[in-house]
């Protein structure tokens, strides 16, 4: 068994935040989790050359499926990307399909 990385979120009202928690269930048996984030205030200009956090693309994809499970969505810009090269593609399909019929019937 290889380390398998865990997400969960939950909706807190009373604070009207989003909560991660992330572990790791680690192929010795042990469970890592993640503590919270904080920060740190610096002088503007001074920046930090590491990440906030890194993980695997595994562990992204399971952040992103609570996510959505969730019922969070891409923004609407995202999402209209997404659909507008969608529309193409079906046009393009349709194109091919009736320059198909077309060659068919003369």
Do not use: C
Not at 77 to 87: D, K, V, Y
Request: hydrophobic residues 40%; proline residues 4%; aromatic residues 12%.
């Amino acid at each position: 068994m290889r380390d398998e990385i865990k997400v969960a979120v939950e909706e807190s009202i009373s604070r009207g935040t989003i909560d991660f928690f992330v572990w790791i269930k680690q192929s010795n048996g042990k469970v890592a989790i993640a503590e919270p984030l904080t920060m740190k205030e610096v002088d503007e200009g001074q920046y930090y050359d590491q990440p906030t956090f890194s993980m695997p693309h595994e562990g992204m994809q399971s952040f992103m499926d609570v996510l959505w499970n969730k019922g969070f969505r891409p923004s609407q810009e995202a999402s209209l990307g997404a659909f507008t090269a969608q529309g193409k593609h079906l046009e393009d399909m349709r194109k091919i399909a009736f320059k198909f019929l077309d060659a068919k019937e003369g």
